[in-house]
């Protein structure tokens, strides 16, 4: 397997990015794994995406990261709290996909429990969202989550996204995922309500 360290990728998708309070770092499995790791083997986190921390080890969000590392059109960033010189881990965002065809680019967010309902998943999502337009007016952001997370939707909207569709979601015994519906959304540069 290709060190994700290797790849030569586009700019975008290896840049780090600012906000008011956060910066988005490309993602290091040195430096973050540990900690998405934690992040995931909380309940808070995993219950509202029907995964079952127990069953998430670190193999398998490492393979998913190098995986999805190694793909020319996707990557992750890990979320930091600036705070002088000493930043705070606060979570995950990254790019599934970006379908040059379809102009299709989806998108995933996971902010640690201890700082929900503070605006910091607002403010990620919304920075990612800004980059990706700037590149591209026309692109179609999309993010995927089950009925039953409450909150992402509540994000969703609050950013611009609307409902396109659902979708079924088949069970994952081996992550402990329960499966369930997954609500389609999308959002365009003129529906778009960044993070202020």
């Known amino acids: 397997m290709t060190d994700p360290a290797q790849i030569s990728k586009d700019p975008f998708f290896t840049s780090g990015y600012e906000g008011k309070r956060i910066i988005l770092i490309p993602y290091s499995e040195d430096r973050d794994l540990v900690h998405i ?22 193999d398998k969000i490492r393979d998913q990261k190098r995986e999805r590392m190694e793909a020319p059109d996707a990557s992750d960033w890990t979320i930091f709290i600036k705070k002088g010189g000493d930043e705070k881990f606060a979570g995950e965002v990254g790019l599934v996909n970006w379908d040059y065809e379809t102009h299709v680019v989806e998108i995933f967010a996971a902010i640690s429990p201890d700082l929900s309902g503070k605006g910091y998943g607002r403010e990620t999502v ?25 909150a992402a939707l509540k994000l969703s909207y ?12 088949s069970p ?20 778009f309500r960044p993070y202020k």
Request: with cysteine.
């Open 172 to 191: 994952d015994p081996e992550i402990g995922f329960v499966g369930g519906i997954a609500v389609v959304m999308d959002c365009l540069f003129y529906e």
């Open 126 to 150: 919304s920075i990612l969202m800004e980059r990706i337009f700037a590149r591209s007016m026309i692109a179609i952001v999309r993010v995927q989550t089950l009925t039953t997370n409450k």
């Open 37 to 58: 790791h934690a992040m995931f083997q909380d309940p808070r986190t995993t219950g509202p995406l029907g995964i079952d921390s127990k069953k998430f080890p670190i």
């Open 158 to 169: 609050a950013l611009g996204f609307r409902e396109t569709g659902r979708r079924a979601v």
